[in-house]
């Protein structure tokens, strides 16, 4: 049973940066495509950025320019640096790993909060 393991969230000023890291464990995580969420209070969940097992990264428009996805396949992690924080960016920070079109798990979830 793959556990996705989020940390690095926390509290920062407006135009700082913090990294998040996700580990996996228990599974083959290499093959698999990986994205990093967010969900804001009253809001849905939204994807933040998404990384292929072969590198190749997406993310949404307001993050663009900001945010980089990586990954280590060697240490199964994923990684989200997140620079020019906004107050816009304060969410629970998910990271997920997609087995198929409609099967996938999801991390516990980490804060990460913005003062302007």
């Known amino acids: 049973q793959l556990q996705l393991i989020e940390s690095g969230g926390g509290l920062v000023q407006a135009g700082g940066s913090l990294t998040l890291s996700c580990a996996a464990s228990?599974?083959?995580?290499?093959?698999?495509?990986m994205g990093w969420y967010r969900q804001a209070p009253g809001k849905q969940r939204e994807l933040v950025a998404v990384?292929?097992?072969?590198?190749?990264?997406n993310y949404a428009d307001s993050v663009k320019g900001r945010f980089t996805i990586s990954r280590d396949n060697a240490k199964k992690m994923v990684f989200l640096q997140m620079n020019s924080l906004k107050p816009d960016d304060t969410a629970v920070y998910y990271c997920?790993?997609?087995?198929?079109?409609?099967?996938?798990?999801w991390g516990q979830g980490t804060q990460v909060t913005v003062s302007s």
């Open positions: 997920k790993i997609s087995f198929s079109v409609i099967r996938a798990s």
């Open positions: 228990g599974s083959i995580f290499s093959i698999y495509p």
């Open positions: 990384i292929t097992s072969s590198g190749s990264t």
